[in-house]
């Protein structure tokens, strides 16, 4: 589809499918022009973000105008994102900054409910952590199934085939999530 032409009555399918693939095209050429503004991993994470928050609109029907007006979007999450993170890193209490230098993630920090011990938080932050890098062992078409269902608040409305889709996604995620760990 060209960046050109109208999308007219384009299915809401069709428009995350167009998200997902601008995505895997512009990714190298926006994690290259934004670059030095945070480092790889951060920058990794502002531009899923992005493309997770563009996802969910093209699924709740809001929908984009034209597939131009989904890179500008895209574009223009990614560097709101970048910005929120630098703001974050400019008002961060003492804590928080020592927490992301000790390796952990302040953002998660900074949710973290009262409530629950330190030990069962750092056995919880383990298990994020697991679950994010399982999901990039994921293919393409896996992680669109269950950032759909993720969308579309549990995707009760699904066809066969997607639901499928989905069971198996969330099947292959939870075996890798489990492959070798002891916890």
Same mark, same amino acid.
């Given at each position: 589809?060209?960046?050109?032409?109208?999308?007219?009555?384009?299915?809401?399918? /069709?428009?995350? +499918?167009?998200?997902?693939?601008? #995505?895997?095209?512009?990714?190298?050429?926006?994690?290259?022009?934004?670059?030095?503004?945070?480092?790889?991993?951060? +920058?990794?994470?502002? +531009?899923?973000?992005?493309?997770?928050?563009?996802?969910?609109?093209?699924?709740?029907?809001?929908?984009?105008?034209?597939?131009?007006?989904?890179?500008?979007? =895209?574009?223009?999450?990614?560097?709101?994102?970048?910005? /929120?993170?630098?703001? %974050? !890193?400019?008002?961060?209490?003492? =804590?928080? #900054? #020592?927490?992301?230098?000790?390796?952990?993630?302040?953002?998660?920090?900074?949710?973290?409910?009262?409530?629950?011990?330190?030990?069962?938080?750092?056995?919880?932050?383990?298990? =994020?952590?697991?679950?994010?890098? #399982?999901?990039?062992? =994921?293919?393409?078409?896996? !992680?669109? %199934?269950? %950032?759909? @269902?993720?969308?579309?608040?549990?995707?009760?409305?699904?066809?066969?085939?997607?639901?499928?889709?989905? @069971?198996?996604?969330?099947?292959?995620?939870?075996?890798?999530?489990?492959?070798?760990?002891?916890?």
């Amino acid at each position: 589809m060209s960046a050109k032409g109208s999308w007219g009555a384009a299915a809401r399918v /069709d428009q995350r +499918l167009w998200v997902a693939e601008l #995505a895997s095209r512009k990714r190298a050429a926006l994690l290259s022009a934004y670059r030095g503004k945070l480092r790889p991993d951060e +920058l990794e994470e502002c +531009l899923s973000q992005a493309v997770l928050e563009l996802l969910v609109r093209a699924g709740r029907g809001d929908g984009f105008a034209s597939p131009l007006h989904v890179e500008r979007s =895209l574009e223009q999450k990614l560097r709101s994102r970048i910005t /929120d993170r630098l703001r %974050a !890193r400019a008002g961060r209490s003492p =804590l928080l #900054a #020592a927490i992301e230098r000790s390796g952990g993630d302040a953002e998660l920090a900074g949710v973290a409910d009262p409530r629950v011990g330190v030990e069962e938080t750092v056995a919880l932050r383990e298990l =994020l952590v697991r679950i994010t890098e #399982a999901a990039r062992k =994921l293919t393409a078409a896996q !992680r669109l %199934a269950l %950032a759909t @269902q993720l969308g579309a608040g549990g995707g009760s409305g699904a066809g066969e085939k997607e639901r499928k889709a989905r @069971q198996r996604a969330r099947e292959k995620l939870r075996a890798l999530v489990l492959e070798g760990w002891d916890g």
